[in-house]
């Protein structure tokens, strides 16, 4: 893990003496006491941190080390508050000090004190201490707090939020509401200085003149004593009357018209600029925590809501008043607004409303710079999504939102550079769209349509996509019919970059299951890797030359730019179901796509499809009628053969397709009768013994075990000899005959199998026990021989002649075979310990006391 000298440093510091450690905290406070910190004092602290974090064990230091430590932390050089913050998150506050969070320490916050802050809190009660404090903090003045150490409060406060939501009081959620709009709604509009503009709120006249020269000049005349203060003072009246404050510009160079937001710019900015856009940043965590748990307690109904939001709405850009304590602009507004009689929380809501509307006319400006252009997209999500959390809150505020919302979408939707932006917006529309009785059609068309089309390869839109359906996957399943139907849309994700997508269609495949698209759905995965064949091809033909790095030329790339087979493509590529099922050409296109079989994408692909077969059929074994489940089987014996080759991939498919046949017929043996001539027709194929190992013995299998009357009445004698002679037929020939060129000899299990469907037939029908007899009495005649053509392995040879002469054995008494081979549900399924009307249930009882007493 370390390197040797890595090793030897951890080493040491484990292992240091405790006199020598003590003669080295002497040392370095007196580094400490110096005036001129250098490089001695860093590379001491560097060893101290070491020594400390090299031991399970916390240690203490002396108290007067961990106060010049601790100092350091308000040290003007940033590496000394990184190694300061570090040493003292691995050690013991001082006796007395845990959880003590006064005025000094707050007045010395930076992020790396608060992240030490944060490091100290060992219960919930310090962490409301320590959220009291900061709280406390903002009500300070600019005298007793100083300005940069707020712009730390807010990102603090966020994360002491995630952690433990339940820290703040009535009273301190409502004191931040407050603040919240103060600095998001009436920041300062003019530029701020390289330095502080004279810090937060200090009166009414701070948000109309910034440049400090003006606070200086009553203090300039009150102190004139000489022709010199005079000049001076004639100097700074000269400044006032022609130095204007810069106000803030928009993104597009033009001078800010309204107040300043995050998409503001200038040459500088005041710390209640830099408090706004904290605030916007931290916004929308603090409406989901406490607006929306505490919507329910005692707000009022949706009707007085709407009644009051229509009341305010006239003054949406003539309530520019702050709420700043103290300020009597803030009580004269109060009096006269109608904004005054909201309740602080209906108060921040409002202006979170103002302020993303805002953000959102930003927007539509051209920026010079494509970092602002980011800015503006990345800020439109943000405001989109803070509307919708405002109108879940309100209701009434969503006929409001919506005419800019809709114009939004209208000048976004033809630009897919936008998509992640869109996204919010159609979850807007989907929350509130029909309230506001809107068309959502449109929206729904370019989600479920143009995204997946033609973004697919779009990595971060794939993942914030299908993270907005799992979000919503109820409400997409009960009112947008277009997400059952995008699925052939929606799986170019997953074909596309199949490891990073497989946990999101886990979650989202069996919402697309339906009767109506069931079927269309087995086919389309099953032709996954063909789809991930085709969008690499379709990739490569529009941003690079089709052709291998070895420089050998491509049939596939011919293929798909070819008019006679782009029909099959086009129809891996669509949008939407409803089309068809599958196409009749599947072989011709696997031959196409046969050298993609290998590409790396293609079988990543491929080895999600067996997991998402699983998913499907679980999913449709619960709800489906036999009807369906029919079908399934038809497509199931179909698409054996029709796969793309991957040997692998065949090999899988195969053995998912078995285990789910079985599960098919046993909830519903009827089944067997209902495909009777299919299952027929591929059992008595006997190209499929060699070539579908899998699925073949699990046909054979269910015949034997279903076709019965027992399990139907419609199974006939008929259809059992049918059968019989089908089965009897394919084993025939395959013991009899060396296997075909190439082809392996057939399994033990599929002969063995074989043997027992005909012997459970026979038992059924006692005129064809006679046939079965003579042919195992044959077999055992054979064996006898040696080693035969169709079976290599002497072992395997012993199994199966074993078999043939137990089933031999019971077929000679037919009324035992029956029982045996083909036994009641009460045998199979006994219930023995629960009937009342058998001795099993007394005999349980007296040796479960029996055992209990000893």
């Known amino acids: 893990m370390y390197s040797h000298g890595a090793e030897s440093l951890i080493k040491q510091a484990r292992e240091i003496q405790e006199s020598e450690l003590q003669k080295f905290y002497s040392r370095l406070v007196k580094l400490l006491q110096g005036k001129e910190l250098g490089h001695e004092t860093i590379d001491s602290l560097q060893r101290l941190h070491l020594i400390l974090s090299a031991t399970k064990y916390t240690r203490t230091l002396p108290p007067e080390l961990q106060k010049k430590v601790q100092s350091l932390l308000s040290s003007p050089k940033e590496h000394f508050q990184?190694?300061?913050?570090?040493?003292?998150?691995?050690?013991?506050p001082l006796s007395g000090q845990e959880g003590n969070y006064n005025q000094e320490n707050i007045s010395q916050l930076n992020s790396h004190a608060a992240v030490l802050l944060l490091s100290q809190a060992g219960s919930r009660a310090d962490l409301s201490s320590l959220c009291a404090q900061l709280l406390r903090s903002l009500e300070s003045r600019q005298s007793?707090?100083?300005?940069?150490?707020?712009?730390?409060?807010l990102p603090i406060l966020n994360t002491i939020l995630t952690l433990s939501p339940e820290c703040l009081t009535d009273d301190h959620v409502t004191l931040l509401n407050k603040k919240l709009v103060d600095w998001l709604r009436y920041a300062s509009i003019t530029q701020g200085g390289g330095a502080s503009s004279g810090g937060f709120f200090t009166g009414p006249r701070s948000r109309q003149v910034s440049n400090p020269l003006h606070f200086s000049i009553f203090n300039s005349f009150t102190n004139v004593k000489s022709g010199e203060?005079?000049?001076?003072?004639?100097?700074?009246?000269?400044?006032?009357?022609?130095?204007?404050?810069?106000?803030?510009?928009?993104?597009?160079?033009?001078?800010?018209?309204?107040?300043?937001?995050?998409?503001?710019?200038?040459?500088g900015f005041t710390e209640d600029q830099w408090m706004n856009v904290y605030s916007f940043s931290m916004l929308r965590h603090w409406l989901l925590t406490y607006h929306s748990v505490l919507s329910g307690n005692g707000t009022a109904d949706t009707a007085n809501r709407l009644q009051l939001s229509l009341s305010l709405s006239h003054s949406f850009s003539n309530d520019d008043r702050s709420e700043v304590d103290g300020s009597v602009v803030s009580i004269v507004s109060a009096t006269s607004s109608s904004g005054r009689l909201l309740p602080p929380k209906e108060r921040l809501r409002e202006k979170s409303f103002q302020y993303c509307l805002r953000l959102i006319e930003q927007s539509d400006r051209k920026a010079h710079r494509k970092t602002d252009t980011d800015l503006q997209k990345a800020c439109l999500v943000e405001a989109v999504c803070i509307l919708d959390c405002v109108c879940e809150e309100d209701a009434s505020l969503v006929f409001r939102a919506f005419p800019c919302i809709k114009a939004l979408f209208g000048r976004l939707s033809s630009d897919l550079s936008f998509a992640r932006v869109l996204l919010p917006i159609a979850q807007f529309y989907l929350n509130h769209g029909e309230m506001a009785a809107v068309d959502c059609e449109s929206v729904w068309k370019l989600v479920f349509g143009r995204f997946p089309a033609e973004l697919f390869n779009d990595h971060f839109l794939a993942h914030e996509l299908l993270r907005f359906l799992r979000l919503n996957?109820?409400?997409?399943?009960?009112?947008?019919?277009?997400?059952?139907?995008?699925f052939p849309n929606l799986l170019k994700f997953l074909a596309w970059d199949s490891p990073a997508v497989v946990d999101d269609f886990v979650d989202l495949l069996p919402s697309l299951v339906t009767a109506g698209t069931a079927v269309?759905?087995?086919?389309?995965?099953?032709?996954?890797?063909?789809?991930?064949?085709?969008?690499?091809?379709?990739?490569?033909?529009?941003?690079?030359?089709?052709?291998?790095?070895?420089?050998?030329?491509?049939?596939?790339?011919?293929a798909y730019r070819n008019p006679s087979f782009r029909g099959l493509f086009l129809f891996l590529l669509r949008g939407d179901a409803g089309s068809g099922d599958t196409i009749d050409r599947l072989s011709t296109l696997h031959e196409l796509l046969a050298?993609?079989?290998?590409?790396p994408r293609v079988v990543q692909c491929a080895q999600t499809v067996p997991l998402l077969l699983h998913i499907f059929f679980n999913t449709v074994i619960t709800g489906a009628d036999e009807k369906l489940l029919s079908h399934l089987i038809l497509v199931m014996?179909?698409?054996?053969?029709?796969?793309?080759?991957i040997p692998e991939y065949n090999k899988e498919i195969q053995r998912v397709f078995s285990s789910h046949l079985l599960r098919f017929c046993?909830?519903?043996?009827?089944?067997?009768?209902?495909?009777?001539?299919?299952?027929?027709?591929?059992?008595?194929?006997?190209?499929?013994?060699?070539?579908?190992?899998?699925?073949?013995?699990?046909?054979?299998?269910?015949?034997?075990e279903y076709l019965s009357v027992s399990c139907d009445s419609r199974c006939s004698v008929r259809l059992i000899t049918s059968c019989f002679e089908a089965l009897e037929a394919v084993l025939f020939e395959i013991t009899s005959s060396v296997p075909p060129p190439g082809a392996d000899c057939p399994a033990p299990r599929v002969v063995t199998t074989l043997m027992s469907a005909l012997a459970k037939l026979a038992s059924r029908s006692h005129d064809l026990i006679p046939r079965v007899s003579l042919f195992l009495s044959k077999l055992r005649t054979l064996t006898r021989g040696g080693s035969v053509a169709w079976c290599s392995d002497e072992e395997d040879l012993v199994a199966i002649v074993t078999r043939g002469e137990e089933l031999w054995s019971l077929l000679k008494a037919p009324g035992v075979a029956q029982s045996v081979l083909t036994p009641p549900p009460h045998v199979t399924t006994p219930q023995w310990h629960r009937d009342t009307n058998v001795a099993m249930p007394l005999r349980l009882r007296a040796l479960t006391s029996l055992t209990h007493s000893q």
């Not at 007793?144 to 409060?153: C, D, I, Q, R, Y």
């Not at 099953?526 to 529009?542: M, Y």
């Not at 009777?676 to 070539?691: D, I, K, M, P, R």
Request: include cysteine; charged fraction near 15%.
């Open 229 to 267: 203060d005079i000049t001076f003072c004639c100097f700074v009246v000269y400044l006032c009357v022609f130095y204007q404050p810069v106000p803030t510009a928009e993104l597009d160079g033009a001078v800010s018209g309204d107040f300043f937001t995050v998409l503001c710019v200038g040459q």
């Open 637 to 645: 014996l179909e698409r054996s053969s029709l796969l793309l080759n």
């Open 82 to 92: 990184v190694l300061s913050s570090a040493v003292l998150r691995e050690t013991l």
């Open 595 to 599: 050298e993609t079989a290998d590409w």
């Open 473 to 486: 996957l109820k409400s997409l399943q009960h009112r947008v019919p277009q997400y059952t139907r995008s």
């Open 144 to 153: 007793e707090v100083p300005a940069h150490s707020l712009t730390h409060t």
């Open 666 to 704: 046993k909830l519903h043996p009827s089944l067997v009768v209902d495909q009777s001539h299919e299952l027929l027709e591929f059992a008595g194929a006997t190209a499929n013994v060699y070539s579908k190992e899998g699925i073949y013995t699990h046909v054979v299998w269910v015949l034997g």
């Open 520 to 558: 269309e759905l087995l086919h389309t995965l099953l032709d996954l890797p063909c789809l991930s064949a085709t969008l690499v091809l379709q990739v490569r033909s529009t941003c690079l030359p089709i052709s291998e790095p070895g420089g050998r030329g491509l049939q596939s790339p011919d």
